[in-house]
């Protein structure tokens, strides 16, 4: 068993793998014996105040035995999900796992959102993942193996008003995954979106301020009563960006702690 969750000799390629979800896929892989490329925002970890971030969590998975390439880019800027990967290639040989994980999204009133706000989730949400895949999957596709995983959210099936751009531009990435499935699966390239729930993550951190609201908050989310964390979602992306996935494709696999079911 162990041996169909092993990626040695793989490369996985992780955007927004510095923080939270990225980071936990980002020394999961490295655990299974892949190397990785993290790429990060340097403004958005500023922001965090988690400025180091890409560099500690190199600095990890080398004491693992890993080989690492750490990839600063804002990915609004047009090309740069191609570039991340092209820079990827350059220092690492290869790309065989992409883990779509970078995004951002503005909470607020569907009314108020600005022309600016609207445009940045769409260039990093969307866009970028356009120009990831580009530049990622002919080179899978003749190599006759690869893995592409797109992180969604719950909100594809449960909106939440005050995201309702960042829900439906979430939808968009899924729908664009599993449409690829279907083209690449004959060679050996599986592609699937993975949908988590809420999680505690640096982006949500503000929310964790007051303990007591977010326990109230953590009681209505699932069935199971708590967010949940980016260790979480380790388990079903190894499955799915590793040989131990070989028959899944186009999958959209929740990992909500069914709070995606009715009534949640």
């Avoid at 009681?219 to 009563?225: D, F, L």
């Amino acid at each position: 068993m162990d041996s169909r969750f092993d990626l040695s000799g793989r490369v996985a390629l992780v955007t927004g793998g510095s923080v939270s979800i990225g980071r936990a896929l980002v020394r999961a892989f490295a655990e299974q014996g892949a190397d990785v490329a993290i790429h990060y925002s340097a403004a958005a970890d500023k922001a965090f105040n988690l400025p180091d971030a890409a560099i500690e969590t190199a600095q990890e998975c080398s004491g693992r035995g890993a080989r690492t390439a750490v990839i600063e880019a804002d990915l609004v800027e047009p090309g740069a999900g191609k570039r991340v990967v092209e820079q990827a290639i350059a220092k690492l040989g290869k790309v065989d796992i992409l883990v779509v994980c970078a995004s951002i999204q503005h909470r607020g009133p569907f009314e108020e959102a600005t022309a600016e706000q609207i445009q940045r989730q769409i260039a990093i949400n969307f866009t970028a993942s356009i120009e990831l895949l580009q530049a990622a999957l002919p080179p899978m596709k003749a190599r006759g193996w690869g893995r592409v995983l797109t992180i969604g959210s719950i909100n594809q099936v449960r909106p939440e008003p005050h995201l309702a751009v960042y829900a439906a531009l979430k939808d968009a990435q899924k729908n664009l995954c599993l449409n690829l499935a279907r083209v690449y699966a004959p060679f050996g390239v599986n592609l699937n979106n993975l949908a988590p729930g809420l999680v505690a993550t640096e982006r949500n951190r503000w929310r964790r301020a007051d303990a007591e609201a977010w326990t109230k908050i953590q009681q209505t989310v699932s069935p199971m009563g708590r967010a949940g964390t980016p260790e979480d979602m380790v388990g079903a992306a190894l499955l799915l960006c590793s040989d131990a996935g070989a028959y899944i494709a186009g999958a959209d696999l929740m990992v909500t702690g069914a709070g995606h079911l009715p009534g949640y």
